[in-house]
């Protein structure tokens, strides 16, 4: 062939760069939707709304679910950060809806945690 066009040939016959520039695409951060732990929201609620909102089984919403009981927080899903903060304020409106003290935040992935 006269004119690859890979990585060990990037000129054409007359001696014509022709390599692309690779694309300037970076992963979007991602970010982590955490429960925490109260004294007062029913676990029953905790794991509902962990099946209703992340989509998970009920068997795993009721790990994530003692997780947080036990170790004060617990990560429900991860996603870009448009759709983290979604995630989070429909969670606590609805939490509230319901008069729990419930709270939903979120963490951006892989930095230090200062807790
Ligand atoms: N600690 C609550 C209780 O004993 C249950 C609970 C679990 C609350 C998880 C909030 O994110 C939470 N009823």
Do not use: I, N
């Given at each position: 062939m006269s004119n690859q066009n890979d990585n060990d040939n990037w000129q054409d016959d007359n001696g014509t760069a022709t390599q692309e520039a690779p694309p300037k695409l970076q992963k979007p951060r991602m970010y982590q939707v955490v429960l925490l732990n109260d004294d007062y929201t029913p676990m029953e609620f905790v794991v509902e709304l962990i099946e209703q909102?992340?989509?998970?089984?009920r068997e795993n919403a009721t790990q994530i679910m003692l997780k947080i009981h036990t170790e004060g927080k617990g990560v429900c899903g991860v996603y870009t950060e448009d759709v983290a903060e979604t995630k989070a304020a429909v969670v606590n409106q609805y939490s509230m809806d319901h008069q729990h003290p419930l709270l939903c935040q979120i963490e951006p992935c892989n930095d230090e945690e200062e807790s």
């Open positions: 909102f992340f989509y998970k089984s």
